[in-house]
């Protein structure tokens, strides 16, 4: 099975800031990967898919990148919204669909 | 609009099985695919397995692989997860989450459905 290892998994940073998570991949995946927001007690938000591509309504300061095995989600202008848990996943439906163990991003 | 509704709370003994559910709406059932996830309190997201609804081909998280089956019905626009030989650790929230656009983009979630095992 192919292992999504997420880091950091806890984060601190003030509003404004910008934030990097990173997400690696066990085996190539090429750009199969989805970048997720959790807040407590609610469902999973997709913010990224494919890799690098922003989903609708998400605002612009979240981006996406990497390829094969190495990701990054990148928060520009940190707004009291964003703190949350995040999470990526391997998304190519031929293989199982493996969960990183997630970052949680708290207000500094 | 696109919608997922989930079954609702289940409390259920150790041993037993129970069945939860997933009615779409708002999108072409027929060309999604569905994955279920669950989440215990205050711990990670966890996979259990997807289904694409077309082919209705699935593939379960090696955990899960002896215990669990992930079926549609097209003629409900429904998916649902079966999960047999329940434990303790069962207990959790049960997501299922719907890929409308790009297969593995999941892009719409139900509100979760507790399941409670205990005896």
């Known amino acids: 099975d192919i292992q999504m290892t997420q880091s950091p998994s806890s984060l601190s940073a003030f509003v404004g800031d910008r934030v990097t998570i990173t997400c690696r991949a066990s085996q190539t995946i090429r750009n199969y990967l989805n970048w997720y927001q959790q807040k407590p007690g609610k469902a999973p938000n997709l913010l990224i898919y494919a890799a690098s591509t922003l989903q609708s309504g998400v605002p612009s300061r979240f981006s996406g990148s990497g390829s094969g095995t190495h990701f990054t989600l990148t928060i520009t202008n940190l707004q009291p919204e964003d703190f949350a848990t995040y999470y990526c996943?391997?998304?190519?439906?031929?293989?199982?669909?493996?969960f990183g163990q997630g970052t949680k991003l708290e207000i500094k | 609009q696109a919608q997922l509704v989930q079954s609702g709370p289940e409390v259920k003994k150790p041993g037993t099985s129970v069945k939860v559910s997933c009615k779409t709406s708002?999108?072409?059932?027929?060309?999604?695919?569905v994955q279920w996830v669950r989440q215990a309190r205050g711990q990670r997201l966890e996979w259990i397995g997807w289904i694409v609804v077309g082919s209705g081909k699935t593939i379960y998280a090696q955990n899960f692989q002896e215990r669990i089956i992930i079926t549609r019905d097209l003629s409900t626009s429904t998916a649902s997860l079966e999960l047999s030989s329940l434990r303790s650790e069962d207990t959790a929230v049960y997501y299922c989450?719907?890929?409308?656009?790009?297969?593995?983009?999941?892009?719409?979630w139900g509100r979760g459905s507790m399941v409670t095992v205990s005896s």
């Open positions: 708002g999108f072409i059932f027929g060309s999604s695919a």
């Open positions: 989450a719907a890929s409308r656009g790009t297969i593995g983009s999941f892009d719409v």
């Open positions: 996943q391997q998304s190519y439906t031929t293989l199982r669909g493996t």
